[in-house]
């Protein structure tokens, strides 16, 4: 059973940083592809970043060159750097896998974390 678990959330203020961390069990991160989605209140969950098995990274272009994905394969978890916060950042974040054999084929899916970006 693949287990996902969101941390480093939390309350900053805008231009400041956060790292969110993913520790995953039931899945090796190292050989999956990875990301990070968030949910703003009234708006659709929306793609954050991503990290292949090879280590490529994807950004959505509101986020590039301030947030940073990546894993460390002993800990098994993922991360996203998140600097120079802005307050639409401001949602709840979850970490994801997406469909595969080892997630029987459905979205893995974190509780989530809440980032508030706020003065």
């Known amino acids: 059973q693949v287990q996902l678990v969101e941390s480093g959330g939390g309350l900053v203020q805008p231009g400041g940083s956060l790292r969110l961390s993913c520790a995953a069990s039931?899945?090796?991160?190292?050989?999956?592809?990875m990301g990070w989605y968030r949910q703003a209140p009234g708006k659709q969950r929306e793609l954050v970043a991503t990290?292949?098995?090879?280590?490529?990274?994807n950004y959505a272009d509101s986020v590039k060159g301030r947030f940073t994905i990546s894993r460390d394969n002993v800990k098994n978890t993922v991360y996203l750097q998140m600097n120079s916060l802005k307050a639409e950042d401001t949602a709840v974040y979850y970490c994801?896998?997406?469909?595969?054999?080892?997630?029987?084929?459905?979205?893995?899916w974190g509780q989530g974390t809440q980032v508030t970006v706020s003065s």
């Open positions: 990290i292949t098995s090879f280590g490529k990274t």
């Open positions: 994801n896998a997406p469909p595969s054999l080892t997630t029987g084929w459905s979205d893995a």
């Open positions: 039931g899945i090796i991160t190292s050989v999956n592809r």
